[in-house]
């Protein structure tokens, strides 16, 4: 049997499938690099998949850089690819630093336009580090880049190549001003310390990296590609599409009455316990990501265990360890 992705070229049941085991054998793989991180890459799989932000919150040396440089190798990335682009916010980093300088020669023409290459608008893969302590000039831009996939070269719209932005903090800051970038990161899942209980496996996993590092080898590298991703995400958008018919949404065909009610009430039943709203915005994310991870998990129709995304919806640091027993009481998760 043979479909189209939404860009209109065809694909395969079986090319669907070969792509999916592709990457599950990445994400699988990539779980004997780390103690205690396989939930952290499967998220990763999964909102790289989906197109999604996803915000890795931890203090320092808890591998959060480490899990997305090994991740975009094992897509066959290299960290110095105009692919991949890699930064460390702070209060004085200026917009040039992350979408491009002022092209001179253009400005005396009167036009003002950034010259992007090496810089964010080219890259496909993003890692920005500390992202709540850039400045607002910063922040504003990200906004635009993140939900809208673009920039303004000029006073015009420009499109950029993003595909995946993984975003990493020490800590989730409260300030108001930042609540709308909280928000474009749907998901946020801590990379906590494992020393106090696995320290013995700490050290084995961590000297066998450093070994890995000093002999210049990359055993989880080129396990698939960003293109993989891109086709699948092409694929699965033009499913959404096929469900549009007659004026309605025909939802049930990949999700469930039972599980939709439950996702419904589990969503309701955490704004209440927790005393945060959901947004609109969020609600859409956070359905198309359930069903990616039915999909990539399982092969496509949304089962209870793939609402144990919602672990990870909480916007406060001291949330997330309760959010997450909440969660799992309410779907009974073992």
């Not at 903090?169 to 409260?174: D, G, L, S, Y």
């Not at 998901?187 to 209980?197: T, Y």
């Not at 039943?269 to 994310?285: G, M």
Request: proline share 4%; with cysteine.
């Amino acid at each position: 049997m043979t479909t189209t992705t939404l860009d209109g070229s065809p694909v395969s049941a079986d090319e669907v499938e070969r792509l999916r085991k592709r990457l599950n054998a990445m994400r699988t793989d990539l779980h004997r690099y780390w103690v205690e991180k396989n939930e952290i890459i499967d998220l990763m799989t999964v909102c790289a998949l989906a197109q999604e932000p996803l915000l890795l919150v931890g203090k320092p040396g808890t591998a959060k850089s480490d899990l997305v440089v090994k991740f975009a190798q094992a897509m066959g990335l290299d960290t110095m690819s105009p692919d991949y682009f890699e930064y460390m916010l702070t209060q004085f980093t200026e917009p040039s630093e992350i979408v491009g300088p002022i092209d001179i020669n253009e400005l005396k023409e009167g036009r003002y336009i950034r010259r992007t290459g090496g810089k964010l608008p080219e890259a496909r893969l993003v890692f920005l580090d500390e992202i709540f302590k850039g400045n607002s000039a910063i922040l504003n831009t990200l906004l635009t880049i993140i939900n809208e996939r673009k920039f303004y070269q000029d006073g015009k719209p420009v499109p950029v190549a993003l595909c995946m932005l993984f975003g990493a903090t020490n800590e989730v800051p409260e300030h108001t001003e930042l609540g709308a970038l909280k928000d474009r990161f749907a998901l946020k899942i801590e990379s906590r310390s494992v020393r106090n209980h696995a320290f013995d496996a700490l050290l084995e996993k961590g000297l066998q990296n450093d070994v890995y590092k000093s002999q210049g080898q990359r055993p989880w590298a080129s396990r698939t590609s960003i293109e993989d991703f891109v086709r699948l995400k092409s694929y699965l958008d033009q499913v959404f599409v096929s469900e549009l018919e007659d004026g309605r949404h025909h939802r049930e065909r990949y999700f469930p009455d039972q599980v939709y009610r439950l996702f419904v009430r589990v969503l309701k039943s955490l704004e209440r316990e927790f005393r945060f709203e959901v947004s609109d915005r969020k609600v859409i994310k956070l359905y198309k990501l359930i069903r990616t991870r039915a999909f990539l998990l399982h092969g496509g129709v949304a089962q209870k265990s793939d609402l144990t995304l919602l672990r990870y919806i909480a916007d406060r640091l001291d949330d997330m360890e309760p959010m997450r027993e909440a969660v799992d009481r309410m779907l009974q998760v073992e």
